[in-house]
T-cell receptor, first 115, second 114 residues
Framework: AQSVTQPDIHITVSEGASLELRCNYS??????LFWYVQSPGQGLQLLLK??????LVQGIKGFEAEFKRSQSSFNLRKPSVHWSDAAEYFC?????????????FGTGTRLQVTL | DTGVSQDPRHKITKRGQNVTFRCDPI?????LYWYRQTLGQGPEFLTY????????KSRLLSDRFSAERPKGSFSTLEIQRTEQGDSAMYLC????????????FGEGSWLTVV
C-alpha cells in the first residue's frame, strides 16, 4: 500500500531564509505526487504536482519541488520565505484507480516564520 | 470559477444526533471526493463519485455514514448517530474531466460532537 512520510512535524525559519520540506513516499508504480498548503481552519490549496517528465516542477507562490526516484523523495523548496507562508504543508501521493485518483497524505509539516 | 463550496462550515452536535454536510463542486467537474481530517493528521480518503455513481468507499466509512450525489452535481454526506470520534473536518474535493489527478479541495466542514 502507498504511504507518505513527512519527517519534520514542525519547522521554524526566518523570513527571507530558504526553505526545504521533506517528503518520502512508498508506492510500487510511477507516482503522482502533490504538495498542498493549509492555513488554520481552512481547506487545502494545491501548490504543485508531478506526474511525469521534468523532475523539477514549479508551483504557485514561488514554490518548487524535485522528484528523485532513487530516493523516493519529493521535497518542497522555496528560496526566500515570506511571513505569509506560515501554514501546514501536506505531501500526497495519488493512486490512479483508472477512473479517479485517491490521495494518500502525509501527516504534514507545520511551518512557522519568524520576522 | 468559483471553488468547491461546503456547507455548513461549522457544526456542533450532541452525540447520537444526525448531521448532514453539503458539497457543491466546481462547475463541470464530474468527479467528487470526500475526505476526513482529524487534528494533527493529514486528510484520509472516504469516498468518491464519478457523476452520480459512487465508485469507491473506504473502510473508514462505517454504516453510519452515507454519501449521495443524486444528479451528479452537489453531494451530501450524512452521519447518523454521531459519536465523539466523528469529530473532524470533512473535506470535499472535485476534479475535472480528463484531469482526474488534479483535485481541488473546498474549505471543509468542521464537526464537533459533544
Amino acid at each position: 500500500a502507498q504511504s507518505v512520510t513527512q519527517p519534520d512535524i514542525h519547522i521554524t525559519v526566518s523570513e527571507g531564509a530558504s526553505l526545504e520540506l521533506r517528503c518520502n513516499y512508498s508506492y510500487g508504480a510511477t507516482p503522482y505526487l502533490f504538495w498542498y498548503v493549509q492555513s488554520p481552519g481552512q481547506g487545502l490549496q494545491l501548490l504543485l504536482k508531478y506526474f511525469s517528465g521534468d523532475t523539477l516542477v514549479q508551483g504557485i507562490k514561488g514554490f518548487e519541488a524535485e522528484f528523485k526516484r532513487s530516493q523516493s523523495s519529493f521535497n518542497l523548496r522555496k528560496p526566500s520565505v515570506h511571513w505569509s507562508d506560515a501554514a501546514e504543508y501536506f505531501c500526497a501521493v495519488g493512486t490512479d484507480t483508472g477512473t479517479a485518483s485517491k490521495l494518500t497524505f502525509g501527516t504534514g509539516t507545520r511551518l512557522q516564520v519568524t520576522l | 470559477d468559483t471553488g468547491v463550496s461546503q456547507d455548513p462550515r461549522h457544526k456542533i452536535t450532541k452525540r447520537g444526533q444526525n448531521v448532514t454536510f453539503r458539497c457543491d463542486p466546481i462547475s463541470e467537474h464530474n468527479r467528487l471526493y470526500w475526505y476526513r481530517q482529524t487534528l494533527g493528521q493529514g486528510p484520509e480518503f472516504l469516498t468518491y463519485f464519478q457523476n452520480e455513481a459512487q465508485l469507491e468507499k473506504s473502510r473508514l466509512l462505517s454504516d453510519r455514514f452515507s454519501a449521495e450525489r443524486p444528479k451528479g452535481s452537489f453531494s451530501t454526506l450524512e452521519i447518523q448517530r454521531t459519536e465523539q470520534g466523528d469529530s473532524a473536518m470533512y473535506l470535499c474535493a472535485s476534479s475535472p474531466p480528463g484531469q482526474r489527478n488534479t483535485i481541488y479541495f473546498g474549505e471543509g466542514s468542521w464537526l464537533t460532537v459533544v
